[in-house]
């Protein structure tokens, strides 16, 4: 038994968003979510980790081939993120807030099956260079 | 005479924008401009670099002051691009397709005459980790 | 019940420092410190990530607003040692000889309480582009 | 008794390598391992993060010293891989497909017992800007 | 006449490589090159901008579309060099050094040509994080 | 004749200074320095850009030795501002108010002479993560 390793795979995509609630007013989301509730959008380029753990293949040295796990990634999530709007066009999105917080959950949530060999451990985003986000799964 | 040294300020911001032609349809415009045409929007964190010249003044060891030129580049730039739409929200770029070559051109032209000690220089634009884009009033 | 969220903020300062103890001489420090221990002091520009953890609050999509977490870091720490010198300036490093591990778990203390939604995870502190410093409470 | 940190030194490395098992056809090592098994070798500049926590001893606010840690991870690491190639020079990867995997594991295995204030928490190693890989002695 | 922009996409690349002269034994060749001779070979993650000036379209607001010059500079140049080793896979190579200088000459001379919209201006390349080197047809 | 390239060496250094005019008062110097003037000192880790320009060598496919170099400033300029106090410490800022505008200027003026292989082109220095400046020799 080799050990057990986790790898990383490293995206970007360019999208539009918006935080606001549509049940209130633009000046109660102003108020909520201060500029990020600007009605006519704005965007970021986010970055995104995804990050599996298992023991490493001893015919491979793999945990799972990274090529696969960066096919997987563009499949379900950037195909449907990258120079698109977040709030509008995002399938795993729609009706929620799109937080950072809540686009690292959908995006463990569509992948977290698809991962089949070793199992999905972390989802980070850094939405600019000041701050960033994990979920595990918890 | 101390010398002539160039300057830098690095300022970012987040914003939404589309590539189009409002004369042309979505169709046309996909043609022209790929995907930055889709019409929900799209964004970016963009990073601006101002580069200011001239002599060093002996009395203070600055070509000019980091913090004026912050606050020039703040006042005239990034409160009108920061959490905002490049084409409907933004005077400078009023009826101008917001490519970075477009945006580098109305940014010197917004900052020239605002500076009077030293000479603005150039204005360089990073759109995402893979381009970027500089305007030197040529 | 959402999930829970690690969040980061990331904010800059630029301090001087000096390790030494002051029972020693300055040969026995240069001894215990090397160059670190040098009298005339040396300086950083640090990056400081504080990770707050919890539950995300489904009325808006956070764990906690980003701007509060910026507000107390920049009230509580920033202020505090950004452009000031570690040793003589900063009342949380007083009597203490400010390693960065030092740093981290003085930050932690500062912070831990003020963290009222969600709690404190980790302080993370980046010394140069070469190491850097973690504190997760234990 | 001050506390545990995590401290972490970072040292980067240029290697050439090649995926492949001895006992396959190249065709067949193309079909398992992609380009990265290309006969005539490619290369990386690879960056190592060695991580190590432990109390701060309280005569020094140190977990270790990091002069003390460059030099252990420069003599049994780096000399070995730095501008060499990890398949034909490195003697703690003779008999291993050189996938990052197994370099961390085998990084591990090197520097566990030479570590003997604090304990070694983890090896990080990013092969290029878009991956990275983690071992932790599980 | 919008105004004269400079444009950069930037590539990267994995490659081999060695610095030798075939006519010189390993000792010389070592005492010449250094390191960088060993003959086993040794590898980089090297980075790529190109960099193409002209004056902005009035209709597309480019100067260039980015993704004509991506599939120009993969398709004559990161084709021949990615995974690859420079002294013996790439053919804009053969016969030459593979020092950064040799490499940013050879490709501006690959790429000066296929640039069709503007003109080529600059071939910068990144060989490590402390070293750059930069070719402008001179 | 090859062709004439511009190659760069990147160091980095961690220093203390402090701005302000012997001849004028705390409060005068913060009128004018802002926080800067603080007292009791602050620090950076500053890094720096030498650039030299030159035909490339056809025997060695250099402008000039890297390693070369990088000895040249190490020796020259790393040694004397690297844990140091750049007012007190540092020979060649000795009277000057050590603004970068002056540091850029002060070390061209120590390197010029030192570059016998091709000649200096320029000198960076980062203070920040957000300002850089640059002489020429002009």
Not at 38 to 53: K, Q
């Amino acid at each position: 038994m080799a050990g057990v390793v986790y790898i990383t795979r490293r995206e970007t995509f360019a999208a539009a968003h918006r935080l606001f609630r549509p049940e209130l007013s633009d000046e109660e989301n102003l108020k909520l979510f201060g500029k990020c509730s600007h009605p006519n959008w704005h965007g970021h380029n986010y970055t995104l980790e995804v990050i599996v753990t298992g023991e490493v293949d001893t015919d491979t040295g793999f945990v799972m081939d990274l090529k696969d796990l960066k096919e997987i990634v563009r499949k379900n999530v950037i195909s449907k993120v990258d120079h698109k709007n977040l709030n509008l066009d995002t399938d795993f999105m729609k009706g929620k807030i799109p937080t950072s917080e809540n686009i690292v959950i959908a995006i463990w949530n569509e992948l977290e099956d698809k991962i089949t060999k070793g199992k999905l451990f972390s989802i980070k985003l850094y939405e600019t260079e000041n701050n960033y986000f994990e979920y595990k799964g918890e």
